[in-house]
Structures are given as structure tokens and as C-alpha cells.
């Protein structure tokens, strides 16, 4: 950052967004503390200054009058501003008597999408969960990534994820994801509609699988228009084919890989064929895209938030990474392969090659015994366990940036659990559809006030780059940093004396924590080390960027406290504003990453084998809902809380419910008019858009909308015509190894309002 003390004169700061995954790199443009204007970060090693619209209007985020700039309490239904002791006050005298009382299950915890992008909820959310003690541990992850999550960690024994090698690959099969609208997810690459254009450039080819003509599918070689919710029997179809037919090349992994032998008879049933009317794809058509799979030089599918909230969303996640290794792409260039990030990978900790693997459902739901998996349960029993009385019973809620009465299926039912509760905590900056209900919301800073590091999207990159963001503005005298928000949580919950609050004891801590499990790790490059030695060596970073500078300088690339002078410290990222490129996606990395008992890929796990019977049943079924719903994202959205900036916002309806002409015209129902739309759990009416770029019989609402409930105060959200389509998806249509919810296939009915 360039500095002045002239407030009048232009200077220039760079920062990553933190708006989605894409992570780009934005130069801003400050005169009198305000920002003046924002493009895309020519320099920027990874995203060579593409921005997206969203990416400019964070200078309109961090001056929205509705971000909540001090702490609120409720008193009389009202909120009214406090300041921070007070609001801990409130929290200490409200939550912690419910804790004594019922015990630490009675309070659940909640934690939304940006934690996945705010430095301080990614490093301090751990410590939270700890704190609270509570097996009742929620998240965004059960309707978004948990089906990916499973598969991966089923196969390899950590989370670890491969990534398609958009920049090098020559044929790119997606399903489920729309890019060119949510700029890639689980696949962090800046630009990637240009990457896509690169592909067929090259001379590739690009192949989308989607029920609707999205953005994407639209620009891509060739469109697969698929019934939503059977992307497991396609691509085990497809499995099948390059079995059956001798096209299948694992060679390069073979000797790493238990399993694969079985993979011929297990998807047997599973013939084109078979598929073909379920899926509603002609077989020639997946009989081609087998071919042209393992024909191709180099190959990747990719599968995102289709293939995962739908009801096979494991099998779905896991006939990805299966067809991947199939064609011989696995972990190879131009196929699908691992990042290596800079921080908080961990594949790269640890004995390489060897571990503990991956265990699920150690713990079952209190009400309907739905499995635990990493850590927590489905959001699809949060409403369930607050309003059965008993033992267990949930009675408390902390949210940290999430908005589940939004986010999460039947929507009106969570809200009314959630209005039950005896005290809610939000760390959220906003008054919307969940944070109504609390008690106490503690406000971050804007994205603009705080540091940034992607240390979980960095590990989904296309590329290995990290990038570090200084704060651009300082805090008001009312904020308060989101880590010592969080940190003044965790110490309350810890039951430590209020009055006795230390930030910098807390991080004396944390170091030496972390520092000596370091030293001990024997696979560390630190290991054997003095913790007081390497802690005289750190910067004087504090909070959550001194946990960064140990996980930087601790990481593959990092220092190890002077053991490598040439690596990666803190302070040499701070002085690349523009981040530093660490190269392309490395092959091999198998079987050094994997984390199973048997040091092997584990092709076939046990429980997708399981899994695989619920497919193969599911074959027989009539497949005739009159309708089903599924979503879509719009380029101008993220998720539920970006309808606040009007530049966002302006222009025609989005929240609109896409129908096809021959549909439209049976029920009659015509262009612009209200259609209700009813499922199991609910009812909304919404204005209809008629359209030949969705499959018959299928329905689109876009997720996010509908602020207009009443006490949510954002002024131009809560203007904005939209519904809720959560009031539509239904807590009981999962995918059932899991427990994700299928937010996608949902039965409905339409007809005119
Ligand atoms: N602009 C914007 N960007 C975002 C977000 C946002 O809200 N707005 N949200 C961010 C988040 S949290 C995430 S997780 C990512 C998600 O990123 P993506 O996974 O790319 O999500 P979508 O853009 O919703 O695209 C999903 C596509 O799946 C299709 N689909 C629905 N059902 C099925 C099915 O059964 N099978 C198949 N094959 N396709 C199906 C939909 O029609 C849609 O086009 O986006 C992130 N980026
Ligand atoms: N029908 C349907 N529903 C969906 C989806 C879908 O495709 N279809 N997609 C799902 C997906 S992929 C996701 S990830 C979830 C998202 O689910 P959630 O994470 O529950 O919801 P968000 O809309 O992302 O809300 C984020 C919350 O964080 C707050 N916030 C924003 N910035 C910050 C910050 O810096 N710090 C803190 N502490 N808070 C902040 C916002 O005010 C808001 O309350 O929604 C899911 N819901
Ligand atoms: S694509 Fe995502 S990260 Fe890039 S500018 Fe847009 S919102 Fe920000
Ligand atoms: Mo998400």
C-alpha cells in the first residue's frame, strides 16, 4: 500500500476480494478515506486484473449504512447500539446461565460461507467449537460441499480435493456449475470464464452437463440438458462404458489404488442404456462423451454444487474423482490434481503417505440419528433438535456469518425454532432473516477494515499462489477486529473472568501452542525445535495474522524459521501486494498426500458401496415428478446478503421462477405473471420467466432473496421483489449417506397464482 498523510490525495491500495472464491486481486482508489474506484489488479499474479461486478462495489459494502458498525442488544424487541463490554455483559448474563444449567449441547453453533473467506472466523472457529464444547455444530457445508468432502476424504484420507487443471487441460466436462455466474467454487481461479474460453482456444472443448441453458452451458462445445439429481447414473454410466468397452487407463495410479478391480461388476447395471431415459440424455450421446473422455490428450470432470446438492450427491462427488482416475487424469497434468497451498493444507502435514483415514457418524443426532460428519451434524436437523424437548435439547445459538434461516431448507420452520430459543449471539454485521432473532449480534469490520488471506480457497487452486491483503482502512473507535471479537467469545465461553480479557496473553498462547506441536511433529520442517526460538523470530503480527505467519512459516514453502532463508515468511508476502506465484500444479503428488490406513487410494470405500444400492434401486423408479425445482446463481448475487447494494441490485427482477414455454403454456401460465409454487413444506408465489433454456418439467428460483421479513433492516434488500426459495426445499430430502440437503430435484408443483 502506498501511504500518504494527505487524506485528499489518490492512493492506491491492493487487496484480494473476499466476495467469492475466485479471490481476485482488486487495486482501489482512496481519496478522503472513501473509495473512489475499484478495478481488477493488473498485476496480480494469479487473476491479471479481472474483477467481476461484485468485486467493485466493496467500497459501497464497507459504506452501507445497514453494516452494523457497533454492537446491538435486544431490549423490549428493540436493538439498540451498546458498546463492547456491555455486549459481552449481555452475552455472559443471557448464554452462560442456559450452559449451567442445561448443559454445553444446549447451545448449537452455526458458521456461514464467510467464514470461508474472513481470516479470523478461519482461524479462530476451531477454537470456538472447542470452547462451546457442544456436539451441536452446524454449518453451510451441509448445503453446499459436505457430498465433495466425504468422497475425497473416503478415497484419500484428508480433505483433499482435486482440482480440474483448467490452464493445461484439453477437454473439460462439467456438471453442475455455472462459472460464468459464481466465477467457480471448489475450483479457485480468477477469471475462469476466460480459462474456459482459453480451453477452446487451445483447440479443447468444453462440455457442460446442466438442466438448464446456464451462462455457462451456453458459451461451452456442447450442452447436456440433465434431468436434475441423476449425474451419479451419467457418470456411472460413462464409468461404465470405459470399462465395458477397454477404454479405462489407470495406469499411472494403478499401483497406488485398492479397489479398482471391483469397479467393472459394480457398475454392471449401469449400462447407457440403462441410464439413458432417466437421465434423459440419449446413450450415443454417453457412449460419445466416454469416448471423447479417454480419447482426449489430457481430460478433467468437474463436478460442483449440482452434483452435491442433490440427492446422490456423494455417489455423484465420487464418480467424479472415479471417472478422473478411469481416463488415467487423476492427479496428472491437464487432469484433475491437488493445490498445494501455502497454509492450512492438510496433505501436506503430517507422515506423508500414510494416516488415519476418514471416519463418519461417531456420533448420531439426538432426534433422528443423522449422522455426524466432520464434526458436525446436518443443518437438517438443527430445527428438529431445538423444538424436541429433552435431554440435548438446543435452547441457545450462536451464528458466526451465516444466515440459515435463508440458506437452509424450510426456511419458515427454522425461523420459527430459532424465534423459540431462549438466547441468540450473531458475529454478523448485518440485521437480516437470522440475526432478528438474536439477543446480542457482534459486528465485524468490512472487508475493507480487515487483513485477508484465502487460507482454505488457496488450497482449491488451479495454481499455487498466495496472496496476503493489508487492511485498507483503519477501525472506528466503536469496531471492534472480527479475531478479537471471536477471541473475547472464546474466552467467555472458556469461563474466563471477563475483567481479565488479555488479547496478547491469548496469543502468547496460541504461539507456544502452536509452535511446540510444530517442534513435535517429526515430518515438520521445524521438528526438534526450541518454540522460544522460533517465537523470537516472529514479526510483530498479532491475532489471527500471527497464527498465519506460524502456518506460513511452518508450510510447504515456508522458512521453517530460518532452516530455509529463501522461503516464504509473512513479511515477504506483505511486500508482494500482488502475491507470489509458487508455481503450476505439481503430478504425483499421490501417493505423498493420501491419509489412508492403507497408504492406498481408497477406490471403493466401503460406505459408497453401500451407497451404490440406493443408485442401482433407484434405477426401477418411474422418475414422473410433474415438476422439480432447482436453483441457479446470478453474476450480481452471493448467496443471501449482497441484495443491500443498490448497484447490485438495479436493473430487471432476477428472482424470477424460470419454466419452459411448453410448461408454461399446459398450465397456462403466461410471461411475467405470478405462479405458486408449492412443495412438501411450503409455498411461495413468485413471477414467472419463460424460457426455452430449461428442460421441461423443470422449474429454476435463484436462493438468497426475500428480505422483506419483518424486523430485518436492510433498507434495499428488503425493497428488492424476491422470495425465499428455502421456503420450498424440504429438511427430509437428503442425500442420504451425508445427510446433504438435496436442494436441487425438489418435487413442487406450479400453477397460476
Ligand atoms: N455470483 C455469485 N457467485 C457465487 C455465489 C453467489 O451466490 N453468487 N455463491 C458462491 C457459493 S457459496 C458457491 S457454493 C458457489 C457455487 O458455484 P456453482 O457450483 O458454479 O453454482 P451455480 O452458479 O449455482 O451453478 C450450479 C448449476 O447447477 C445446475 N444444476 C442444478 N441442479 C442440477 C443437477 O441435478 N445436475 C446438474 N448437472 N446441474 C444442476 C444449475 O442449473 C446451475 O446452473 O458459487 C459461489 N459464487
Ligand atoms: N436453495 C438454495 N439454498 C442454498 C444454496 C443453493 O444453491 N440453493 N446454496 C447454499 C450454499 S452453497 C451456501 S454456501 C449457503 C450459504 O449459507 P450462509 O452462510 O448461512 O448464508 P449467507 O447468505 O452466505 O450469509 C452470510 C452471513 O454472513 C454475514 N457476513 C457477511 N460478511 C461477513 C463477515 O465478514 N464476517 C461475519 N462474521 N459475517 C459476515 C452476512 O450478513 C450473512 O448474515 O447457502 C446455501 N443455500
Ligand atoms: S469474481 Fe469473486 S473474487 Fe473476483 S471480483 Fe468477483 S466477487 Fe470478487
Ligand atoms: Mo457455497
Given at each position: 500500500m502506498e501511504s500518504t498523510n494527505d487524506p485528499t490525495t489518490e492512493r492506491i491500495a491492493f487487496r484480494t476480494c473476499?466476495?467469492?472464491?475466485?479471490?481476485c486481486g482488486l487495486e482501489l482508489s482512496i481519496k478522503n478515506e472513501q473509495v473512489v474506484r475499484i478495478r481488477g489488479d493488473?498485476?496480480?499474479?494469479?487473476?491479471?486484473?479481472f474483477v467481476c461486478p461484485k468485486g467493485t462495489t466493496l467500497g459501497h459494502l464497507h459504506s452501507?449504512?445497514?453494516?452494523?458498525r457497533q454492537p446491538h442488544v435486544k431490549r423490549d424487541g428493540e436493538f439498540v447500539a451498546v458498546d463492547w463490554d456491555e455486549a459481552f455483559a449481555v452475552i455472559e448474563a443471557g448464554l452462560m446461565p442456559v450452559l449451567a444449567e442445561?448443559?454445553?449441547?444446549?447451545a448449537a453453533l452455526y458458521l456461514g460461507n464467510p467464514g470461508a473467506h474472513s481470516l479470523a472466523p478461519l482461524i479462530y472457529n476451531g477454537q470456538l467449537i472447542k470452547a462451546l464444547g457442544s456436539r451441536n455444530r452446524f454449518s453451510a457445508s451441509t448445503v453446499d460441499q459436505r457430498p465433495k468432502e466425504i468422497s475425497s476424504a473416503m478415497m484419500?484420507?484428508?480433505?483433499?480435493i482435486p482440482v480440474p487443471d483448467l490452464d493445461r487441460t484439453d477437454y473439460l466436462l462439467m456438471l453442475g456449475a455455472n462459472p460464468y455466474a459464481s466465477n467457480g467454487s471448489l475450483c479457485t481461479a480468477p477469471d475462469f470464464p476466460g480459462r474456459l474460453e482459453a480451453i477452446q482456444a487451445r483447440g479443447g472443448k468444453v462440455v457442460c452437463v446442466d438442466p438448464r441453458r446456464s451462462e455457462t452451458a451456453a458459451k461451452a462445445d456442447q450442452h447436456v440438458e440433465i434431468r436434475p439429481g441423476t449425474d451419479a447414473h451419467l457418470l456411472a454410466a460413462i464409468a461404465h462404458t470405459l470399462l465395458a468397452r477397454g477404454w479405462?487407463?489407470?495406469?499411472?495410479?494403478a499401483d497406488h489404488?485398492?479397489?479398482?478391480?471391483d469397479l467393472e461388476e459394480l457398475f454392471a447395471p449401469y449400462s447407457p442404456e440403462a441410464v439413458a431415459s432417466i437421465c434423459g440424455i440419449a446413450t450415443e450421446e454417453i457412449t460419445t462423451l466416454a469416448r471423447e473422455l479417454a480419447e482426449a490428450p489430457t481430460a478433467a470432470v468437474y463436478g460442483r454444487i449440482g452434483t452435491c446438492t442433490q440427492e446422490f450427491g456423494t455417489l455423484a462427488s465420487w464418480l467424479v474423482d472415479v471417472v478422473n482416475l478411469l481416463t488415467g487424469n487423476l492427479d496428472s497434468v491437464g487432469g484433475a490434481m491437488f493445490a498445494k497451498g501455502?497454509?492450512?493444507?492438510?496433505?501436506?502435514?503430517?507422515?506423508?503417505?500414510e494416516g488415519r483415514g476418514f471416519a463418519m457418524g461417531r456420533v448420531v443426532s439426538r432426534v433422528s440419528s443423522s449422522p455426524e460428519s466432520l464434526g458436525e451434524f446436518s443443518v437438517a436437523v438443527l430445527a428438529e433438535e431445538m423444538e424436541t424437548p429433552g435431554d440435548?435439547?438446543?435452547?441457545a445459538l450462536i451464528t458466526v456469518g451465516g444466515n440459515p434461516v435463508s440458506s437452509t431448507p424450510n426456511s419458515q420452520r427454522l425461523d420459527a425454532a430459532i424465534a423459540g430459543l431462549d438466547f441468540v449471539v450473531s458475529v454478523d454485521p448485518y440485521i437480516n432473516e437470522t440475526t432478528?432473532?438474536?439477543?446480542?449480534i457482534l459486528p465485524p469490520p468490512t472487508p475493507l477494515q480487515k487483513s485477508h488471506y484465502d487460507v482454505a480457497l488457496l488450497n482449491l487452486a488451479v495454481r499455487n499462489v498466495a496472496n496476503y491483503s493489508a487492511p485498507v482502512f483503519e477501525l472506528e473507535d466503536t469496531q471492534m477486529s472480527e479475531g478479537e471479537i471471536m477471541q473475547r467469545l472464546i474466552a467467555l465461553l472458556s469461563g474466563q473472568?471477563?475483567?481479565?480479557?488479555d488479547a496478547s496473553e491469548l496469543d502468547e498462547m496460541v504461539t507456544a501452542a502452536m509452535l511446540a506441536s510444530s517442534a513435535r511433529?517429526?515430518?515438520?520442517?521445524?521438528?526438534?525445535?526450541e518454540p522460544a526460538e522460533m517465537a523470537e523470530q516472529l514479526s510483530d503480527s498479532t491475532g489471527a495474522d500471527r497464527v498465519l505467519e506460524i502456518m506460513l512459516r511452518t508450510g510447504?514453502?515456508?522458512?521453517g524459521f530460518g532452516a530455509d532463508p529463501d522461503g516464504l515468511t509473512l513479511e515477504r508476502l506483505v511486500d508482494e501486494p500482488h502475491g507470489i506465484d509458487l508455481g503450476a500444479l505439481e503430478p504425483g503428488r499421490i501417493p505423498d498426500l493420501l491419509r489412508t490406513p492403507s497408504g492406498?487410494?481408497?477406490?471403493?470405500?466401503e460406505p459408497l458401496r453401500a451407497d451404490l444400492a440406493r443408485l442401482t434401486a433407484s434405477l426401477?423408479?418411474?422418475?414422473?415428478?410433474?415438476f422439480v425445482l432447482i436453483g441457479r446463481r446470478h453474476v450480481?448475487?452471493?448467496?443471501?446478503?449482497?441484495?443491500?447494494i443498490r448497484v447490485l441490485t438495479k436493473?430487471?427482477?432476477?428472482?424470477t421462477m424460470q419454466i419452459h414455454p411448453d410448461d408454461a403454456q399446459r398450465i397456462g401460465l403466461g410471461e411475467g405473471g405470478d405462479a405458486t409454487v408449492t412443495s412438501r413444506v411450503g409455498s411461495v408465489t413468485v413471477a414467472a420467466e419463460i424460457t426455452d433454456g430449461i428442460r421441461p418439467g423443470v422449474v429454476s428460483i435463484p436462493h438468497g432473496?426475500?428480505?422483506?421479513?419483518?424486523?430485518?433492516?436492510l433498507s434495499i434488500a428488503t425493497a428488492y421483489?424476491?422470495?425465499?426459495t428455502n421456503v420450498l426445499t424440504?429438511?427430509?430430502?437428503?442425500?442420504?449417506?451425508?445427510?446433504?440437503?438435496?436442494?436441487?430435484g425438489v418435487p413442487v408443483s406450479v400453477a397460476p397464482a
Open positions: 473476499p466476495l467469492c472464491e475466485a479471490g493488473k498485476d496480480d499474479v494469479f487473476s491479471h486484473g452501507d449504512p445497514d453494516w452494523l442445561h448443559g454445553r449441547d444446549a484419500f484420507g484428508s480433505v483433499a479405462a487407463d489407470p495406469s499411472n495410479l489404488c485398492t479397489g479398482i478391480d501455502a497454509a492450512g493444507q492438510p496433505s501436506t502435514k503430517g507422515a506423508p503417505g440435548g435439547q438446543i435452547r432478528r432473532h438474536a439477543d446480542v473472568p471477563f475483567a481479565d480479557f511433529d517429526p515430518h515438520s520442517k521445524v521438528a526438534d525445535r510447504p514453502y515456508g522458512d492406498k487410494v481408497e477406490v471403493v470405500p426401477e423408479r418411474a422418475w414422473d415428478d410433474e450480481r448475487s452471493n448467496n443471501s446478503w449482497m441484495h443491500n436493473g430487471r427482477n432476477r428472482c432473496f426475500g428480505q422483506d421479513m419483518p424486523g430485518v433492516q421483489r424476491g422470495v425465499n424440504d429438511e427430509t430430502f437428503v442425500d442420504e449417506l451425508s445427510g446433504n440437503i438435496a436442494l436441487n
